[in-house]
């Protein structure tokens, strides 16, 4: 059984996985916890009326929480314009081996042993090579597809790898 999709990243798609794959890990989830402890930290200062510094603290929760959150938009969009592979569709075949990428003359087989975990969220499904290398697969471009393609990573992959719901 041989199912074929075709993948065009845009810099959305490698925001919302750089959203995921940041927030999902410790550090993400501690710099969020730090933002908030600041900002609980600004709301303690200027209830007891000092207010220059909870200026202070309300400036440094904004930088580690917002201006972050537009780095990573800012990075991601850049690197869908910087990377060539990013500048065309891949061709995805799934198979009982694994799946195979073309994209112009260049092939790439990967097994699904050689996967780490598959990941799937409302919108995508992550296939993580290593722990911070994945391929990102939008649901919509899978179309019809996606349960087949679902079907062969449960068959072929332990279900402790495989975390979609």
Same mark, same amino acid.
């Given at each position: ?25 410790? @550090? ?25 510094? @909870? ?9 580690? $929480? ?17 990377? *060539? ?28 042993? /050689? ?14 090579? @290593?722990?911070?290398? /994945?391929?990102?697969?939008?649901? *919509?471009? $899978? ?13 072929? $992959?332990? /279900? ?6």
């Amino acid at each position: 059984m041989s199912t074929k999709v075709k993948v065009q990243i845009t810099a959305k798609d490698m925001f919302r996985f750089q959203l995921y794959h940041n927030y999902t890990r410790f @550090s993400g989830i501690f710099g969020l916890l730090i933002g908030l402890g600041l900002m609980a930290l600004g709301v303690i200062d200027i209830t007891t009326g000092n207010a220059s510094a @909870s200026f202070i603290w309300f400036v440094c929760s904004f930088v580690i $929480m917002v201006f972050f959150f537009f780095f990573m938009k800012n990075k991601s969009k850049l690197q869908v314009q910087r990377v *060539e592979m990013f500048q065309h569709p891949v061709e995805y075949e799934f198979t009982e081996i694994g799946f195979t990428a073309r994209q112009g003359e260049v092939e790439v087989t990967n097994e699904w042993d /050689a996967i780490e975990k598959v990941v799937g969220t409302k919108r995508y499904l992550y296939f993580y090579m @290593s722990r911070v290398r /994945a391929i990102i697969f939008p649901k *919509e471009s $899978m179309g019809d597809n996606y349960e087949t393609i679902l079907s062969l990573v449960r068959e072929h $992959m332990p /279900a402790e790898k495989v975390k979609v719901k």
